[in-house]
């Protein structure tokens, strides 16, 4: 997994390389005389930090909390913050943070108060500041173990910044989550805005009154793809998306409103986003909807700068490695500082400026933990092709989870290349003739759903989140529908049939788990309904579904997805076509409904697979069971151990029959990734996703990958082995041709020696599903540091339920009202 993260950080740095750190020549000196005579502007030096990423920069990595991401990696930072006065070049030292880091200045609307996150020597954490253009009067605002930053001014006299304070990790990532908070001027009242399970980021306020934002999201879709402009008010509600949901490698970072215009300009930082936000300065247009590609237009050749803003409806400050540039909307430029050590950083005008419409708070309810959706009509929207009035009955509403840590660039024991992060189920809600739903639901939570048909299968998932502040009405026209205006701002039509009514409430699931385990919950399942056939002696349709280790999952979870009886979001781009992703494109679940081989499956076992599979077909159904990076290297092992037998013997005695193909080995492993994607694309008709995971009933990996070949439980029992293997000899000769003769043969007996060496690394220390597994010390240090563990936990010895200790932990993240305590300390 840790290759996808390295590919993305080479094509970033490549991108990075092929631009100079020195700024152009002035090409135009009308540039400057644009400015104000006094024109002062104020901006921030600072170490680089290390990490690829865009949003690495706060915090520790989540295996090693003493390994800093923060600017200068741990090292004493050089940072300042500086007042520049253009025309004499005259430079001032507002405030030297003496060892300590400074990030994100904001001026205020006085031109003299200057907001920004500063963490002091010796310590790890930002928290905002204030401090006067003169270096007079700083101040405190925000205080605890939590970084604060990227704030600015709202109108309402308040502040809005990103925090850690939501007490989650990145799914993908060894770095922790901020999203948006806000509180007054004197760092009282903090609240939090965002439902989001990763990163929102550099906020800023429209003329309108909403905030605009980048917002990170992959619900069961690529988790490198999509980072578009969103908003929402100042109070949280009305979160809507403003540009690019639907494009995918860019991330659209630093966006700033263009005064005299309905316009924004912004970092659109290339792939899954460059280190400090680097990328080509980008006027968007909102007037041709949230999804029209020509409506950003980028300015200039660059493709390095970061921090953009306008001084006026051409006129463009942004910085650019050592410089600070201005910019006219053709892409000419001049250098106005260029700094002889450190990159410079968030260059802002020192001027007074008007505030922006104040949007009062509506709406809310402070007493209440809930809030209502209104859908006006589930089948208008896109990609909706033969959905019919009448198909869709009901939505399952789902809730994606956020993490307490995480240790993987990849799903590792979440899911086989499918979501990165645990799904809950909610329940159902009914959707009536004319398509209208209206119900009820809880605040606070990230929420998603799927469109039910009469039989309760998927006709369409959600592949992005919603959520609603306490006691919000929100209301959305369709079904993916082209969202050309804040959803809420049109009240539904009073003719709705669901409105005719009150909302409904979700209908729960009680007999079942709302968050699902695969071995605890799926495998006794397939136990009693699948495993008399397919199993290792017999091996009904060339498939083993037995309980069993192999070299990451078990054997049987493996078998459902490689031979395509299970289908996911993959990891693959949004909007999916109507009943190609969940319960109706999964062909395990007709042969449940329909019987199979003369098999009955209970109301309940069928019941349990189809929400298991809705709710993103887990393996560990416990952030407990993600491995970090030392047990990874671990149980590595035992994949080094099988995969020697196998490749060994295979070279010596199957290749002459399975042979390599150009695209793929025997494995199922890529040779040559850009012609594999090529004609997989064709074949499917559609873009692919960069690491989507596609696999055809009959490719090779369907029958050869290394979880179908070896059982670390019962390494007697492996594929491998037994198929090959004589009848005479106690095995199954496959199309009557035995490789070994007997269980003698030195090959054999050196690839079960291999295996068994693969299971000695289970044995002496149990993986997660098998007894005496113990969580990893670095998901007990989180449990610890958010309070749901007692500091004095011993994880080798006390006792501990990775399920309840994970719900304890979401729990602690609703409303206070359902939880009984104040979510903000």
């Known amino acids: 997994m840790f290759t996808f993260k390295a590919r993305l950080v080479f094509q970033v740095l490549l991108l990075m390389a092929c631009r100079t750190a020195a700024a152009e020549p002035a090409l135009e000196t009308s540039l400057l005389d644009a400015l104000p005579k006094e024109f002062s502007l104020v901006f921030c030096t600072r170490l680089p930090y290390d990490d690829g990423h865009w949003y690495a920069n706060i915090g520790y990595y989540s295996t090693n909390e003493n390994a800093k991401a923060y600017c200068g990696n741990g090292k004493p930072d050089k940072s300042v913050l500086y007042r520049y006065q253009v025309a004499s070049k005259e430079k001032r030292v507002i405030f030297d943070a003496q060892g300590g880091g400074i990030r994100d200045p904001a001026v205020h609307y006085d031109g003299k108060t200057i907001l920004f996150s500063y963490r002091p020597a010796g310590t790890d954490y930002y928290n905002l500041y204030t401090i006067q253009a003169d270096g007079s009067n700083l101040r405190q605002i925000t205080s605890g173990p939590w970084d604060d930053y990227e704030a600015c001014w709202l109108p309402d006299g308040g502040i809005v910044f990103v ?37 929102d980021n550099t906020p800023c306020v429209l003329p309108d009154g909403r905030i605009l934002f980048m917002r990170w999201e992959y619900v069961d879709r690529s988790q490198v793809e999509y980072h578009a402009l969103w908003t929402m008010n100042p109070d949280g509600t009305a979160v809507n998306v403003y540009y690019g949901n639907m ?16 316009e924004v300009i912004a970092s659109f930082s290339p792939g899954h986003g460059a280190n400090e936000h680097r990328g080509p300065p980008t006027i968007v247009s909102p007037l041709r909807g949230p999804d029209c590609k020509e409506a950003a237009i980028r300015i200039g050749q660059r493709n390095d700068i970061h921090d953009p803003y306008p001084l006026s409806k051409d006129l463009f400050l942004m910085a650019c490695w050592k410089s600070v540039l201005l910019m006219d909307r053709n892409g000419k430029e001049v250098a106005l500082y260029t700094d002889p050590d450190l990159n410079v950083h968030e260059p802002r005008p020192l001027l007074p400026r008007p505030r922006e419409k104040h949007i009062p708070s509506r709406f809310l309810n402070p007493s209440s933990t809930d ?12 990609n909706m092709k033969e959905v019919h009035p009448g198909d869709i009955r009901k939505l399952l509403v789902l809730e994606v989870l956020p993490k307490p840590a995480n240790f993987s660039g990849g799903m590792d024991q979440t899911t086989h290349l499918g979501t990165f992060n645990l799904e809950r189920v909610l329940g159902t809600v009914p959707v009536e003739a004319d398509g209208s739903a209206s119900f009820i639901a809880p605040a606070g939570r990230p929420l998603f759903f799927v469109a039910l048909d009469k039989d309760d299968l998927s006709v369409k998932r959600m592949q992005s989140f919603c959520n609603l502040m306490p006691g919000e009405t929100y209301t959305c026209v369709g079904c993916h529908e082209e969202r050309n205006s804040a959803a809420d701002a049109k009240p539904a039509p009073p003719t709705l049939l669901a409105l005719k009514r009150p909302p409904s409430r979700i209908q729960t699931f009680d007999e079942f788990p709302d968050v699902f385990d695969y071995q605890r919950d799926i495998q006794p399942v397939l136990d009693r309904n699948c495993v008399a056939c397919h199993n290792a002696e017999k091996r009904a349709g060339r498939m083993d579904l037995s309980a069993g280790l192999s070299v990451r999952f078990s054997k049987s979870y493996m078998a459902l997805f490689l031979r395509r009886l299970v289908v996911d979001g993959a990891n693959g781009l949004g909007n999916r076509p109507p009943r190609t992703v969940g319960s109706s494109a999964s062909p395990l679940l007709t042969y449940m409904r329909n019987g199979h081989k003369d098999t009955k499956v209970s109301r309940k076992d069928w019941w349990t697979v189809w929400l298991w599979i809705e709710s ?28 020697h037998g196998v490749i060994t013997v295979a070279n010596k005695r199957c290749v002459s029959c399975h042979k390599n193909e150009k695209e793929r080995n025997i494995n199922g492993i890529p040779f040559n990734e850009e012609i594999r994607r090529e004609k997989e694309s064709k074949r499917w008709g559609r873009p692919l996703a960069a690491y989507e995971r596609l696999t055809t009933t009959n490719a090779p990996a369907s029958f050869f990958d290394m979880s179908q070949l070896v059982d670390l439980t019962h390494p007697e029992r492996s594929a491998f082995l037994r198929v090959p293997l004589a009848k005479a000899g106690g095995g199954l000769e496959h199309h009557g041709h035995a490789i070994f003769k007997d269980t003698n043969d030195p090959d054999y007996q050196f690839a079960l020696a291999c295996f068994q060496r693969g299971q000695k690394v289970y044995a002496d220390r149990p993986a997660w599903g098998m007894q005496g597994w113990r969580p990893n010390k670095d998901y007990i240090r989180e449990m610890k540091r958010f309070g749901i563990l007692p500091g004095a936990f011993d994880g080798a010895k006390d006792t501990f339920d990775p399920f309840k200790t994970d719900q304890n932990y979401w729990r602690s993240l609703w409303p206070s009202l359902e939880r009984g305590i104040d979510p903000l300390k």
């Open 616 to 643: 993103g077909a887990l393996y560990a159904g416990s952030c407990a069971g993600i491995r970090n990076v030392e047990e990874q290297n671990y149980y590595g092992a035992a994949w080094g151990h099988a995969a």
């Open 247 to 262: 494009h995918s490698w860019i991330a659209m970072l630093d966006p700033q409103a263009i005064p005299d215009t309905q």
């Open 371 to 382: 809030g209502q959706f209104i859908l006006q009509n589930v089948y208008v929207g896109r």
């Open 163 to 199: 925090s850690t304070r939501c007490k989650r990790w990145v799914g993908c990532w060894f770095t922790q989550v901020g999203i948006l908070h806000r509180c007054n001027a004197d760092g009282s009242g903090i609240q939090q805005l965002s439902a989001n399970i990763e990163h």
